[in-house]
């Protein structure tokens, strides 16, 4: 595994929400409107699709991890645990457990990949700026992403049809702009990092409220 090649495929999706890269919080607008517009919005196999799109997260998170590491190059190859420590990224809280109510789960899905979408964008770009030519890191940035918000179109789905929910307070972590190169690079590891921890936990907890009757 290199930082050039060819890159994995790109995952179709279909984009019901365009996430801002900005580090606040906010009420994000699931759909456009007051309410939400009926099962319309829903693919006919939108929970299959869902569970699918978190187990392909969850087996290329340490990967992308490890990638992104080797293409930081030193001291980022060799000192990952210290450089890479993500106690300071304040992902959303995640206070759910497969005992918990399918309503809750779903929420706090949505929250954890609208902070995720946005800190990949933040991380993409930087790399775009600081390792243009490392090709198969991007296209697995560029494709997390894409998953990514094809997994908060099925959420918005779900939501609306489930519970008449349209909207949900999110936040969107701190953003990189202004800062230097080494400061950039290791945000991105912790981001990383902290994902590789947390879309294991979310799998845990989302796969079985998904699983097939």
Do not use: W
Request: aromatic fraction near 6%; proline fraction near 5%; hydrophobic fraction near 35%.
């Amino acid at each position: 595994m290199g930082c050039g090649g060819e890159g994995t495929g790109v995952v179709p999706f279909v984009a019901l929400l365009l996430l801002q890269r900005r580090p606040v919080a906010g009420r994000a607008l699931l759909v456009t409107g007051s309410s939400c517009p009926g099962h319309g919005l829903c693919r006919s196999n939108v929970q299959e699709q869902t569970r699918r799109q978190v187990a392909l997260l969850n087996a290329t998170a340490q990967d992308l991890f490890s990638l992104y590491l080797k293409c930081q190059g030193e001291p980022f190859s060799s000192e990952a645990d210290k450089l890479c420590n993500p106690s300071g990224v304040v992902f959303p809280p995640f206070r759910v457990n497969r005992t918990s109510e399918r309503k809750e789960v779903m929420v706090a899905m949505y929250q954890l990949f609208a902070f995720l979408n946005a800190s990949l964008g933040n991380i993409t770009r930087d790399q775009e700026e600081l390792n243009p030519t490392a090709k198969e890191l991007l296209d697995r940035l560029h494709n997390t992403t894409k998953t990514t918000r094809g997994l908060i179109s099925n959420l918005t789905c779900l939501l609306c049809k489930n519970y008449n929910i349209f909207q949900v307070d999110v936040s969107y972590g701190e953003s990189s702009k202004g800062k230097g190169t080494f400061r950039k690079k290791q945000q991105g590891c912790q981001v990383l990092r902290k994902y590789v921890q947390v879309i294991a936990q979310a799998a845990r907890v989302l796969l079985p409220h998904l699983s097939p009757p």
